[in-house]
């Protein structure tokens, strides 16, 4: 990229100074453009700022980008925190195996009581259709069923992830 010397008007393309000089040699007015050395933007914290061009400096005769480490604005925070979400929301299991279920639940201590509660539904259907969600060859996360018995047990949206988590784990 060039940078105008005599106007501060950066960055401009070659195709944009042959715009701006119709009809004319270069050498009559090539000198009062510069070309910037690319630099590197500075090291930052994506998750709260970002690196911002700016004017370029002469440095020891040789024009050179420049940044600025600004904080994001409040739309910016909120992408980062909706981008943050989904690529936690996409590493979570959707399913997992029922031995694998069984033994996270286990492994939390809750194995029995998950059990002990389907076995005290007392309404006939419902008891029945809790038995076939718990005894499904796959636990798939979005089930309303397990999401209830794991509330039932204490548990909360988030640490039902963390336990499918572990679950495909074992």
Known sequence: MYLNKETGEYPLSIADIYAAHPRTI???????????ERSEAPEHNA???????IQPAEIDGVWRQQWSVV?????ELAERERQREA???ALIPKSCTRRQGQLALLTHGVLDDAEAAIAAITDPAQKREAQIE????????????????????GGTPQSLDEAFALAVTL
């Not at 270069?26 to 910037?36: F, I, Q, R």
């Not at 998750?47 to 061009?53: F, M, R």
């Not at 060859?137 to 018995?149: G, I």
């Open 134 to 153: 718990y005894e499904a060859d796959t636990w798939e996360r979005a089930n309303p069923f397990l999401q209830q018995l794991w509330a039932q047990l």
């Open 47 to 53: 998750d709260t700022h970002k690196p911002v061009e």
């Open 71 to 75: 904080p994001l604005n409040a739309v």
């Open 26 to 36: 270069a050498a009559e007015y090539l000198e009062c453009y510069a070309l910037v």
């Open 87 to 89: 690529e936690a929301a």
